[in-house]
């Protein structure tokens, strides 16, 4: 096993243990609930805007640790970004799941670029992109706690 693989599973196993923004957030403006109906992996993604920023996010929910990362990752990575750059963010990493990343996407990607590996595996792409579309579901919904479902 490469170093790399390693240490891309080490961050995958550490988000996972020790979910970043794992919790209700009572003061959100968006809420979307996300489902995997093939694995069973269920979350919650709650969004608070201030104008065009997301300035805080949260998530809660069960799924396996690919999911729980993945989740944990996209929060962090979210977080103080606009509308227009979380959208950003939802189609690069889109696109490294399905078809990897291209050598621009990998650098603008950051941590995220953990899940580059994960396209090998189709039936694990809707793990790691459940949260990612449970995110962009909250930013698309209306206002006041009411969001979309995402189904992967």
Same mark, same amino acid.
């Given at each position: 096993?490469?170093?790399l ?27 979307? %609930? ?41 929060t ?10 979380? %959208?950003?963010?939802? %189609? ?18 950051g ?15 809707k793990?790691?992109?459940l ?11 209306? %206002? ?9």
């Open positions: 096993m490469s170093s693989t390693e240490l891309y599973q080490n961050v995958i196993l550490e988000h996972n243990r020790s979910p970043r923004n794992y919790r209700v957030m009572d003061d959100a403006d968006r809420q979307a %609930e996300g489902n995997n109906p093939l694995c069973g992996d269920q979350l919650t993604v709650w969004l608070k805007l201030e104008g065009d920023v997301i300035s805080d996010v949260a998530f809660q929910g069960l799924g396996c640790a690919i999911s729980r990362a993945s989740a944990s990752l996209m962090a990575a979210v977080k103080g970004k606009s509308r227009r750059e979380a %959208e950003e963010l939802f %189609e690069r990493f889109r696109g490294l799941v399905t078809g990897g990343p291209s050598p621009a996407d990998s650098e603008t990607l941590k995220l670029a953990v899940f580059s590996g994960v396209s090998q595996y189709p039936t694990r792409v793990c790691a992109s949260p990612w579309h449970t995110m962009k579901a909250a930013l698309d919904g209306a %206002e006041r706690r009411k969001g979309g479902t995402a189904e992967v």
